[in-house]
């Protein structure tokens, strides 16, 4: 399944809400990236796509990257320190659980859309939102190398 194939355009309008809605109780930032081919392992891909995004350069150092690879169905959360020092040990495994269930069911935009609800919960717990939170990363969903 190619990139372009796993979420169409009402799809992927429903995960961009899911993030907008998740970062609108936190200060914490959520991104998606779709690519199709992870020849590598997972961990260390969805590292370079963060540092890529600069998701890093967060103030709080509290944003989390949904990486997906289509073709590979390869699927990894990856948090900052901030929220990694934050959150219970097994959290984002419990998490990523959760979201891997729906996606074997072909359930794309759901398993996104929990996952997004989750990691918003925990940022919205350790990184409440303050009125002059500004959205240090764009929502939009990242595709490709």
């Not at 959520?30 to 890093?56: Q, S």
Request: hydrophobic content about 35%; some cysteine; proline content about 1%.
């Amino acid at each position: 399944m190619n990139v372009r194939n796993f979420l169409d355009e009402t799809e992927e309008n429903l995960v961009l809400e899911a993030i907008k809605k998740a970062e609108t109780n936190t200060s914490g930032e959520i991104r998606v990236h779709l690519e199709t081919e992870c020849k590598k392992d997972v961990l260390e891909r969805a590292k370079e796509v963060f540092k890529k995004l600069k998701m890093h350069k967060t103030k709080l150092r509290n944003g989390v990257l949904f990486y997906v690879a289509t073709e590979s169905k390869h699927f990894a959360i990856l948090g900052d320190r901030g929220i990694n020092e934050k959150v219970e040990s097994d959290f984002w495994n419990s998490t990523k659980e959760l979201v891997l269930q729906k996606m074997k069911e072909g359930q794309h935009t759901e398993a996104l859309k929990i996952g997004i609800e989750q990691a918003g919960e925990r940022l919205k717990k350790h990184f409440p939102y303050q009125k002059n939170d500004l959205n240090e990363l764009s929502d939009e969903i990242s595709t490709g190398k």
